[in-house]
């Protein structure tokens, strides 16, 4: 008993040891990763591919989902302090709070500053069963989808930190910054799975690891040449005064309201004349909040007067004026960048959209008496509804531009909805006079706020109070910028070109909602049962036999089958590639159809012209291989085959052909979805051997596929989802009616537009989905390269994954397109 009770005590000393090791080693893990984060965000841009690798590789450890969410906890606090510790200070200096008391507080609220590292460690913990790679996408898809769901306070993702790297950060212009937090996911991602693997399973991952970011440069520096190489547009010549004014409330209380005015008013007016005398400026931009008082809204007859000498001020200089100011209404007062033409006065006023917490609003759920008396700084501005455009006068042209102030900027949605309403330029309004002392948050904004050129192509200029102004051009290069806390005008030369809408226009921030998607249909999957594992005999009995469906190919006919459906496929993806280009300026329905047409039915029905004559069903029965065709019964006794030899290549779907006893192969081969399982039954000897990728991967093409998967039901029956309701639509907005057209023109043309509406959308639906199944295919083959093992369950799932987008997916987004009008 008592040797017992030691033996036991002993071992809890070393699991506790043990513990302590573990919990050791999680931190210094931790540590490792925030000090990469930290250089990382100070420009070295290339740590970003290995900055969470120590911490992925603690993470991979066997911990309980508790330890997982106290890991990533500290890693959230770990990566706010290395990214943002300059916050703390800014904080104290802003409120007055200790400055010990604002890191805590900074600790403190680093899971609501950055959740999506919690949910990127939850999710990969959850999914520690499945594939590393599945895994790995899940972890990242759930990143993507919480920074999507819950923006961050300054709008940061973790590829911004990518910024130096010119060409790399052209990749934002396909989808927004979050495509950069994807690659840089996938590579630490993948150096994880190497570092974990040995020998030449390694190989794979470092592969895909050096690969994407070769990729990426390559498009970056292709898309660098072609933006130089489109038509160059008018130049614009701007003048950003920046006076360093900053301490206006101490202003107000030593001198007053009126003589604060009085004193910015004619500093910006002598700063503004030098610039348009001497530099010859084009169009005048002054900070947010510059005109501290209600433009054209006077509270005293000296506001009025005020208000009449800026417009007259515009007037003499013949350039037009952008300044930042308040406006009020019924509602509350707004931020609001005031537009103010030379020949016709007033334009009007943008208000701001994204309001900074705590400090300019508070949010209607926080808004107590008891939080207004702690927090005395709270502003009660109201937000605006969204992105407007404004005329901006260059001699007798107007360029029309969006005006974004301050944390408006960190939203692509309001820059992305400005290019869509036909803006050719970024006007950037900010006070970060806050980043006085702290110029690492105004380099954070300034990069930030780059984005947004590279993302809709716009060139781009910021006025700040006291720093950084710039001016950045459609490559989110800045070509001119000013020092923190300088008085200056910085003059610029913005150079217009006609270019059309990059796809992150055309199509919003998609990364987000598309993780989100596919983390809900991975869930829908999992509860479907789609990826559960199953026990399947290796090889069926004589008793049951197993019915093939097979074609006979000689080579003739199996490399007229393969290059026939080869065009198709490609002439799929082609077709889909040229449509989401041309989503701003679709092709008709007709040329559409034609299209298809000749590109994807002719070959498709030519393969199942040859395919239809080499049809057989296949089974081994009674001893023999039988194979029953459309003309005749072929039985081969298995004691006459020696082996079979599978296709390397399964195209167009796996094959086999047996081997003779008597030498030799037969002369047909048998192409089947279950050529590896056949083959099993004929004979154990496969010659010559495949590898187990290989061997794997003709496994996983040998997936049943389901009933919904028929083309009659996927690709006829099926569209009248989306194309009844359209078709609907239409004949309410052409002829009034949901018969209008059957009622003016007759049964046959009322028909013929319902049959031309099918169609379209039948076509738009196999587009859609050759797209699905070929993202599924290129996954399937990489889940093959990393972990054969895993190839079955992987393609099961993708392929789940893609039905749930394909037959859930368009209905819901055709629903959400008719419900948002």
């Given at each position: 008993?008592?040797?017992?009770?030691?033996?036991?005590?002993?071992?809890?000393?070393?699991?506790?040891?043990?513990?302590?090791?573990?919990?050791?080693?999680?931190?210094?893990?931790?540590?490792?990763?925030?000090?990469?984060?930290?250089?990382?965000?100070?420009?070295?841009?290339?740590?970003?591919?290995?900055?969470?690798?120590?911490?992925?590789?603690?993470?991979?450890?066997?911990?309980?989902?508790?330890?997982?969410?106290?890991?990533?906890?500290?890693?959230?606090?770990?990566?706010?302090?290395?990214?943002?510790?300059?916050?703390?200070?800014?904080?104290?200096?802003?409120?007055?709070?200790?400055?010990?008391?604002?890191?805590?507080?900074?600790?403190?609220?680093?899971?609501?500053?950055?959740?999506?590292?919690?949910?990127?460690?939850?999710?990969?913990?959850?999914?520690?069963?499945?594939?590393?790679?599945?895994?790995?996408?899940?972890?990242?898809?759930?990143?993507?989808a919480v920074e999507w769901v819950m923006p961050r306070l300054f709008g940061d993702t973790f590829g911004h930190g990518v910024y130096p790297a010119r060409q790399l950060r052209q990749l934002a212009?396909?989808?927004?910054?979050?495509?950069?937090?994807?690659?840089?996911?996938?590579?630490?991602?993948?150096?994880?799975?190497?570092?974990?693997?040995?020998?030449?399973?390694?190989?794979?991952?470092?592969?895909?690891?050096?690969?994407?970011?070769?990729?990426?440069?390559?498009?970056?520096?292709?898309?660098?040449?072609?933006?130089?190489?489109?038509?160059?547009?008018?130049?614009?010549?701007?003048?950003?005064?920046?006076?360093?004014?900053?301490?206006?409330?101490?202003?107000?209380?030593?001198?007053?309201?009126?003589?604060?005015?009085?004193?910015?008013?004619?500093?910006?007016?002598?700063?503004?004349?030098?610039?348009?005398?001497?530099?010859?400026?084009?169009?005048?931009?002054?900070?947010?909040?510059?005109?501290?008082?209600?433009?054209?809204?006077?509270?005293?007859?000296?506001?009025?007067?005020?208000?009449?000498?800026?417009?007259?001020?515009?007037?003499?200089?013949?350039?037009?004026?952008?300044?930042?100011?308040?406006?009020?209404?019924?509602?509350?007062?707004?931020?609001?960048?005031?537009?103010?033409?030379?020949?016709?006065?007033?334009?009007?006023?943008?208000?701001?959209?994204?309001?900074?917490?705590?400090?300019?609003?508070?949010?209607?759920?926080?808004?107590?008496?008891?939080?207004?008396?702690?927090?005395?700084?709270?502003?009660?501005?109201?937000?605006?509804?969204?992105?407007?455009?404004?005329?901006?006068?260059?001699?007798?042209?107007?360029?029309?531009?969006?005006?974004?102030?301050?944390?408006?900027?960190?939203?692509?949605?309001?820059?992305?909805?400005?290019?869509?309403?036909?803006?050719?330029?970024?006007?950037?309004?900010?006070?970060?006079?806050?980043?006085?002392?702290?110029?690492?948050?105004?380099?954070?904004?300034?990069?930030?706020?780059?984005?947004?050129?590279?993302?809709?192509?716009?060139?781009?200029?910021?006025?700040?109070?006291?720093?950084?102004?710039?001016?950045?051009?459609?490559?989110?290069?800045?070509?001119?910028?000013?020092?923190?806390?300088?008085?200056?005008?910085?003059?610029?030369?913005?150079?217009?070109?006609?270019?059309?809408?990059?796809?992150?226009?055309?199509?919003?921030?998609?990364?987000?909602?598309?993780?989100?998607?596919?983390?809900?249909?991975?869930?829908?999957?999992?509860?479907?049962?789609?990826?559960?594992?199953?026990?399947?005999?290796?090889?069926?009995?004589?008793?049951?036999?197993?019915?093939?469906?097979?074609?006979?190919?000689?080579?003739?006919?199996?490399?007229?089958?393969?290059?026939?459906?080869?065009?198709?496929?490609?002439?799929?993806?082609?077709?889909?590639?040229?449509?989401?280009?041309?989503?701003?300026?679709?092709?008709?329905?007709?040329?559409?159809?034609?299209?298809?047409?000749?590109?994807?039915?002719?070959?498709?029905?030519?393969?199942?012209?040859?395919?239809?004559?080499?049809?057989?069903?296949?089974?081994?029965?009674?001893?023999?291989?039988?194979?029953?065709?459309?003309?005749?019964?072929?039985?081969?006794?298995?004691?006459?085959?020696?082996?079979?030899?599978?296709?390397?290549?399964?195209?167009?779907?796996?094959?086999?052909?047996?081997?003779?006893?008597?030498?030799?192969?037969?002369?047909?081969?048998?192409?089947?979805?279950?050529?590896?399982?056949?083959?099993?039954?004929?004979?154990?000897?496969?010659?010559?051997?495949?590898?187990?990728?290989?061997?794997?991967?003709?496994?996983?093409?040998?997936?049943?596929?389901?009933?919904?998967?028929?083309?009659?039901?996927?690709?006829?029956?099926?569209?009248?989802?989306?194309?009844?309701?359209?078709?609907?639509?239409?004949?309410?907005?052409?002829?009034?009616?949901?018969?209008?057209?059957?009622?003016?023109?007759?049964?046959?043309?009322?028909?013929?537009?319902?049959?031309?509406?099918?169609?379209?959308?039948?076509?738009?639906?196999?587009?859609i989905a050759g797209g699905l199944r070929a993202i599924a295919e290129i996954l399937s083959a990489a889940v093959v390269l990393l972990r054969p093992v895993a190839a079955v369950e992987a393609r099961?799932?993708?392929?789940?994954?893609?039905?749930?987008?394909?037959?859930?997916?368009?209905?819901?987004?055709?629903?959400?397109?008719?419900?948002?009008?």
């Open positions: 008993m008592g040797a017992h009770s030691a033996a036991t005590r002993r071992g809890h000393v070393l699991t506790h040891a043990g513990r302590g090791r573990g919990v050791a080693l999680l931190l210094l893990a931790t540590a490792a990763s925030a000090l990469l984060v930290a250089l990382y965000a100070r420009g070295a841009w290339a740590l970003g591919f290995v900055a969470l690798l120590p911490w992925l590789l603690a993470l991979d450890r066997d911990m309980s989902v508790a330890r997982t969410l106290a890991a990533a906890l500290a890693m959230s606090a770990a990566f706010v302090l290395a990214a943002f510790g300059w916050f703390a200070p800014a904080i104290s200096a802003y409120t007055g709070t200790p400055t010990t008391a604002a890191f805590a507080l900074l600790v403190a609220a680093s899971p609501v500053l950055q959740p999506q590292i919690l949910a990127y460690a939850i999710a990969r913990r959850l999914a520690h069963r499945y594939a590393p790679a599945l895994r790995a996408a899940l972890a990242i898809a759930a990143w993507l212009d396909l989808g927004g910054a979050g495509l950069l937090t994807l690659l840089l996911l996938a590579v630490n991602e993948a150096l994880a799975i190497a570092l974990r693997s040995r020998g030449r399973d390694a190989m794979a991952p470092v592969a895909v690891a050096l690969a994407l970011p070769l990729l990426v440069a390559g498009y970056g520096a292709w898309r660098i040449a072609s933006l130089h190489a489109e038509p160059a547009g008018p130049r614009l010549r701007v003048g950003l005064v920046q006076a360093s004014i900053v301490d206006y409330e101490q202003r107000r209380r030593e001198h007053g309201a009126y003589a604060v005015v009085r004193d910015v008013l004619d500093t910006h007016f002598a700063l503004s004349t030098d610039a348009v005398a001497e530099q010859g400026v084009d169009a005048l931009i002054w900070p947010e909040t510059v005109y501290p008082t209600t433009f054209r809204q006077p509270r005293s007859a000296g506001g009025a007067a005020l208000d009449a000498e800026l417009v007259a001020f515009t007037a003499r200089a013949g350039v037009p004026l952008v300044f930042g100011t308040y406006e009020r209404d019924s509602n509350g007062e707004y931020n609001v960048a005031a537009f103010v033409d030379p020949l016709r006065g007033p334009l009007g006023a943008y208000r701001k959209t994204r309001l900074f917490p705590l400090t300019e609003y508070v949010p209607p759920a926080l808004d107590t008496p008891a939080l207004r008396r702690a927090l005395p700084w709270s502003g009660t501005w109201r937000p605006g509804d969204g992105a407007r455009v404004f005329p901006l006068r260059n001699g007798d042209d107007e360029i029309p531009v969006v005006p974004l102030i301050c944390r408006d900027d960190v939203d692509p949605r309001l820059a992305i909805d400005g290019a869509r309403l036909g803006a050719r330029l970024i006007v950037g309004l900010s006070n970060d006079a806050w980043f006085t002392d702290h110029p690492r948050g105004a380099e954070l904004h300034l990069v930030v706020a780059a984005f947004r050129s590279i993302e809709t192509r716009l060139p781009q200029v910021r006025a700040t109070t006291n720093g950084i102004s710039a001016v950045i051009d459609d490559t989110g290069e800045v070509i001119a910028r000013s020092r923190m806390g300088e008085r200056t005008v910085l003059t610029g030369d913005v150079q217009l070109r006609e270019h059309a809408a990059p796809p992150a226009v055309r199509m919003g921030t998609w990364p987000g909602p598309l993780a989100l998607a596919a983390l809900a249909a991975f869930l829908v999957s999992r509860w479907l049962g789609i990826f559960r594992r199953k026990r399947r005999p290796s090889t069926p009995t004589n008793d049951t036999p197993v019915v093939h469906r097979a074609l006979l190919l000689g080579t003739p006919q199996r490399l007229a089958v393969g290059a026939l459906r080869a065009c198709s496929r490609i002439g799929v993806l082609a077709l889909g590639a040229v449509a989401l280009a041309r989503l701003d300026n679709p092709a008709g329905m007709l040329a559409q159809l034609r299209q298809f047409a000749w590109v994807v039915l002719v070959p498709e029905l030519a393969a199942f012209v040859v395919a239809w004559f080499a049809a057989a069903r296949v089974r081994v029965d009674g001893g023999a291989l039988v194979m029953d065709t459309r003309r005749r019964r072929i039985e081969i006794p298995l004691r006459s085959l020696v082996g079979a030899r599978l296709w390397r290549l399964p195209w167009p779907r796996p094959g086999m052909r047996p081997v003779l006893a008597s030498g030799g192969a037969w002369p047909q081969a048998i192409a089947t979805d279950g050529a590896v399982a056949l083959a099993g039954a004929i004979t154990p000897v496969i010659d010559p051997p495949l590898g187990p990728r290989s061997l794997q991967w003709q496994r996983a093409l040998a997936l049943p596929g389901w009933r919904i998967d028929h083309p009659l039901i996927k690709f006829v029956l099926f569209p009248l989802v989306p194309a009844l309701p359209a078709f609907r639509l239409h004949q309410h907005i052409a002829y009034g009616g949901t018969f209008g057209e059957y009622y003016t023109f007759g049964l046959q043309a009322y028909l013929g537009a319902l049959l031309l509406w099918w169609a379209s959308w039948a076509v738009s639906l196999v587009l099961r799932g993708l392929l789940g994954v893609a039905r749930i987008l394909y037959f859930i997916g368009v209905p819901l987004w055709l629903l959400s397109r008719l419900l948002g009008g």
